[in-house]
């Protein structure tokens, strides 16, 4: 973390050459023409032309120094603009798609750094990109291509801008449909969570007392459906159909963890009612929030 914040300093302070002593001298980083004068556009400079100068044979034999300026890399794109960032993602995953090794490391060196558990600055959106190259890549064997395969599909399932696919489900009288069978002209809250959780225990019962909540629902805008990612015959699917208020609807989705990350519950998706996501991974204080503002605004 300091060393991202050195580096983000000398950007701004127009000092980028100082940083290339610190990278394991791989290569020397670009640096801004002083006329750039605020941080985006800096940052876009550098970023777009980052590895102009790295000579990546030496890169791929020395992979310790290449993970570090990799780093270095992504550090600087919370800074930058979308556009940029994700064309000189497309750009670098674009020079080595007919060399398999090359994408297989760069892909797994993103996921390390945007996608994993451990993940310095955990961003789906940039590292969709690093996954689709590896995903389609001809050069990777299909045991290689199917973890980010995966990826791709759950990204693209669940994060904000995404329409949510027809995910089929088990509802708690045993009928079976897809989330494209909820067509209220209302707002959705997909809530995913687990009995023995104890985290979910306790916002499913803030959330089910909650009197703007109630009233939302009441109103006919806001639908929540609360889903248990696993099979009907398990012992927790009757615990969260016995918990499961009855203004909510209750269902089991067996092939939940195939379209929505699920590495942390309770997870919240907040859709509109063409099944956009709106927010994702929202906590229940803010969703408790939010829906008192908008009952509140409603009332005056």
Known sequence: MKR????????AAGLEARV??????????????DTMQNLQSRCDYIVKRFW????????????????????????????????????????LMARFQKKGPETLELASMAENWLYSDTATMRSSDIYVHFAKAAATSKKLSKAERARFTAQVQIIES??????????PYVKADGSKGTLDDIKDNASILLFFNDPDCLDCRMA????????????????????????????????NWEKSKAEAPANWITVAMPDAADYFDLSSTPLFLFLNSRHKVLAANLDIDYLLGAFGTANQAQKK
């Open 4 to 11: 991202i914040l050195l580096i983000i300093l000398l950007i």
């Open 20 to 33: 290339s002593a610190a990278s394991g001298d791989l290569f020397i980083y670009p640096t801004a023409p």
């Open 52 to 91: 102009d100068r790295c000579n990546f044979d030496h890169g791929f034999r020395n992979p310790d120094k290449l993970n570090r300026a990799f780093g270095d890399w992504i550090s600087m794109m919370p800074y930058a603009s979308a556009d940029t960032v994700y064309a000189s993602v497309d750009a």
């Open 158 to 167: 669940s994060s904000v801008g995404s329409t949510v696919p027809g995910v």
């Open 204 to 235: 499913r019962g803030r959330l089910s007392a909650n009197y703007h909540t109630n009233q939302l629902i009441e109103k006919g805008q806001l639908v929540i459906v609360s889903i248990y990612p696993g099979d009907t015959d398990d012992e």
